[in-house]
């Protein structure tokens, strides 16, 4: 255990020859950790204002405790307890301890073949630079494992345990980050009452996020994800599923079932139902009726 001042740091490094030397061994080519730590505490010159160049180097940062900042490709970005920081090789980046409250992190560099799968499968389709994975002592006890064994030395077997605690711990992240994702989407079959609830209705893109309480983007993202409509458009169907019905088991006026699912416009309606079902209202209850 290392000290400095008033901050606790814990850091092991690889020699660069070393690491070119395990490489060759075909099961630390596609996975290998280079460097990790855990730092804590206040210092008045490390990990305040680190600036990283682009490097073949893989690296995720976890914080537990305090407040710190990250920033890449230009945005600035505020990191929490529970928050994750994940950036890919040859990407500039800087980052450093908030004065007041400073974090305590733990955090890992890595290089090899299947890195950037990893980092892919991690950040996702918005390409994500923090994950919020909350509090998590399996995620730090990932952290702890790794530096221990690298503190042993050079020996392979400590550098071949490393890789696969690496490989571990961002199978458990993607695997929790997936978890959370899923228990989200289950909750749309609440979503799906509310549009039925609501046939009558105009309800909006806000309204339908707003009752799920998720900004409008990730909202569509999700709900797409699950049932490959957008949430409106879905909603636009059910209305016209509904209106299929009405004109095919009543002798209301098409204007009138119009009116009944919200649409004041029959004309506008008409062409939105043909846009749906492929044909005019009108020929719809023809045909059908």
């Not at 893989?58 to 407040?67: A, N, P, S, W």
């Not at 509310?194 to 998720?214: G, P, R």
Request: hydrophobic share 35%; aromatic share 14%; net charge positive.
């Amino acid at each position: 255990m290392k000290k400095i001042n008033d901050q606790e740091t814990r850091y092991y490094r690889i020699p660069e020859k070393i690491v070119q030397k395990h490489q060759k061994n075909k099961l630390l080519k596609d996975m290998m950790v280079v460097s990790c730590g855990y730092r804590s505490g206040k210092h008045p010159t490390i990990g305040y204002d680190v600036h990283k160049n682009p490097c073949e180097e893989y690296f995720l940062k976890y914080c537990t405790e305090g407040e710190g900042w990250y920033e890449v490709e230009g945005t600035k970005y505020r990191v929490r307890p529970g928050d994750l920081i994940i950036c890919k090789n040859w990407q500039a980046h800087k980052y450093g301890a908030m004065d007041k409250n400073p974090w305590t992190v733990s955090w890992v560099y890595f290089v090899g073949n299947h890195g950037t799968d990893y980092m892919n499968l991690l950040q996702g389709e918005k390409t994500s630079h923090i994950i919020h994975l909350g509090l998590d002592a399996k995620i730090e006890s990932y952290f702890y494992e790794m530096l221990k064994k690298m503190e042993k030395g050079y020996a392979l077997q400590y550098h071949l345990h490393s890789a696969n605690v690496l490989k571990s711990l961002l199978s458990y992240i993607h695997m929790k980050s997936e978890t959370k994702l899923l228990n989200k989407m289950n909750k749309f079959e609440d979503v799906l009452i509310y549009m039925k609830q609501n046939l009558y209705m105009n309800i909006s893109l806000d309204d339908m996020a707003d009752h799920f309480s998720l900004s409008k983007d990730h909202f569509t993202k999700l709900f797409k994800k699950q049932y490959g409509f957008t949430p409106v458009d879905y909603f636009i169907h059910m209305k016209m599923q509904r209106a299929c019905k009405l004109l095919t088991t009543t002798q209301e006026p098409i204007k009138a079932i119009a009116q009944e699912l919200g649409y004041q416009d029959y004309y506008y309606f008409s062409r939105l139902f043909k846009n749906k079902i492929g044909i005019s209202p009108k020929m719809y209850k023809e045909r059908f009726n």
